[in-house]
């Protein structure tokens, strides 16, 4: 159940994590830890499956943290890579978003209240045709979940 488009990547390391995790908290104090997953936005990315399995490995690591008494960071990263437009990246991060929070709740072992976001400010592909006002931005980010602009 993997990314199934070209260029899109999935976590790894998850296999034994807390017994990896569990001596930075006891003998050396660690509070925290974080995971990043990356997701590509393109004409058919980040996909459903990408998503999925994502979602669904940063879930399994925020248990894992948790379990060996960390709080956990966890950061689902929407790639500036490319040439996508502001909507594009709104709506991809949306979706993003909505999954990892889909696949934390749906765990189970997960205090969802203990867990820390690494969110990124949302933007253009850093190739992007046409440029966008910081009003733009935060517009989009702001409003981003499909409220429309009188939302504010």
Known sequence: MGPKQ???LHTRGLEGLAGRCAPFHTKHGAAFAKWRAVFRVGAHTPSKAAIRR????L???AAAAQKCGLVPIIEPEVLADGD???SR???ASARVLRG???ALKKRGDVDVGAVLLKAA???PGSSAAEAVTPEEV???VCVGGGAGHDAQ
């Open 54 to 57: 994502n979602a669904k490995d």
């Open 59 to 61: 879930a399994s690591y």
């Open 121 to 123: 400010m949302v933007t």
């Open 138 to 140: 935060n517009v989009c």
């Open 84 to 86: 996508h437009d502001l």
């Open 6 to 8: 070209a260029g899109e």
């Open 100 to 102: 990892v929070f889909r």
């Open 89 to 91: 990246a709104v709506n």
